[in-house]
């Protein structure tokens, strides 16, 4: 279930997922934001329950003061691929997500940082790379420092699955537990065969 807002060449969107709510937000190029939102990543909280729409708050001035549902044209149509391919991955069935980014309206504008994220869309479904890997494959080995600082500060998680970006040593950085979790679905699926969902109802109710 979803609440929306739009103005003229830009949608915000509530979206309810396996692993808590988020917000996503696009602009007529591509998505812009993914904020996942709620006590922790996984969603182990969440209120309200699953299925009951998220109503934008009055002060809430982001979207400029659109009524809920007054989304159109290509923003609109990129949260709905978004949303379908969030609901997808979480099902097991997609591993490669293709809704565009709208880079500038992110806020990554200069190159490095883009050649990285587009380095990290790369790595495929279930596997990782290291900071270090990404930095030389973006054309500047001694920036693997930067890389990790990108991991952490990314504007559309998922389509840039800085999960899959882990430490010389093997450590996961960010968000560890949560990061463990999706590669853990991931490769449950490759080696499924049909499609396995993620686990999020184990971790609300205090499962493995």
């Excluded at 190159?111 to 270090?132: K, L, N, V």
């Excluded at 430490?167 to 449950?188: F, N, Q, S, V």
Aim: negative net charge.
């Amino acid at each position: 279930m979803t609440s929306t807002r739009g103005t003229t060449g830009r949608a915000v969107r509530v979206l309810d997922t396996p692993a808590g709510w988020v917000v996503v937000e696009a602009t007529a190029t591509g998505v812009s934001r993914l904020d996942q939102v709620g006590p922790d990543p996984l969603g182990a909280d969440r209120d309200p329950a699953p299925g009951f729409p998220v109503e934008p708050s009055d002060d809430d001035d982001e979207a400029g003061g659109a009524e809920p549902g007054a989304e159109t044209g290509a923003a609109a149509e990129h949260l709905d691929r978004l949303a379908s391919q969030l609901e997808a991955y979480f099902a097991g069935r997609l591993r490669a997500f293709d809704t565009p980014v709208d880079w500038v309206a992110a806020g990554v504008h200069d190159e490095f940082s883009r050649e990285a994220y587009r380095e990290i869309q790369h790595i495929p479904y279930g596997e990782t790379s290291t900071y270090g890997q990404v930095s030389v494959d973006a054309g500047r080995p001694r920036n693997a420092r930067r890389v990790g600082r990108l991991c952490t500060l990314v504007p559309v998680p998922f389509l840039i699955p800085v999960h899959r970006v882990i430490r010389a040593d093997g450590g996961m950085g960010h968000c560890p537990e949560y990061r463990l979790r999706l590669l853990d679905h991931e490769r449950r699926n490759l080696g499924a065969a049909t499609p396995v969902p993620f686990a999020g109802d184990s971790v609300r109710n205090g499962g493995p």
